[in-house]
């Protein structure tokens, strides 16, 4: 079993940061892919950030420039710094990682619980 448990989020004013973090844990042989999605009311799921194993970064055109996806292998950990918050990026962020959950298992889409960014003043 595997979980991702993010945590950072919160209230900031538009221009302000947060830095999310998300730990990954559990039966974990390998993680590939990490990244970072968002979703508000009635819209879908949408990619924020991603990174590969060795460092490789997407992300999507609304927030280059402005988030930086990055990530500690040894700690099984994905952070997003994200600065000049607006308030359209105000969402629930959620954590996905590409796992390898045991020796003979293949890999599997974990995601976490999700934590609220609100930019407002």
């Known amino acids: 079993q595997v979980q991702l448990v993010e945590s950072g989020g919160g209230l900031v004013q538009p221009g302000g940061s947060l830095r999310l973090s998300c730990a990954a844990s559990g039966s974990i042989v390998s993680i590939n892919a990490m990244g970072w999605y968002r979703q508000t009311p009635g819209k879908e799921r949408e990619l924020v950030a991603t990174i590969t194993t060795i460092g490789a970064t997407n992300y999507a055109d609304s927030v280059k420039g402005r988030f930086t996806i990055s990530r500690d292998n040894d700690k099984n950990t994905v952070y997003l710094q994200m600065n000049s918050l607006k308030p359209e990026d105000t969402a629930i962020y959620y954590c996905?990682?590409?796992?390898?959950?045991?020796?003979?298992?293949?890999?599997?889409?974990?995601w976490g619980q999700g934590t609220q960014v609100t930019v407002s003043s």
């Open positions: 996905n990682a590409n796992v390898k959950a045991g020796l003979s298992a293949p890999f599997f889409q974990y």
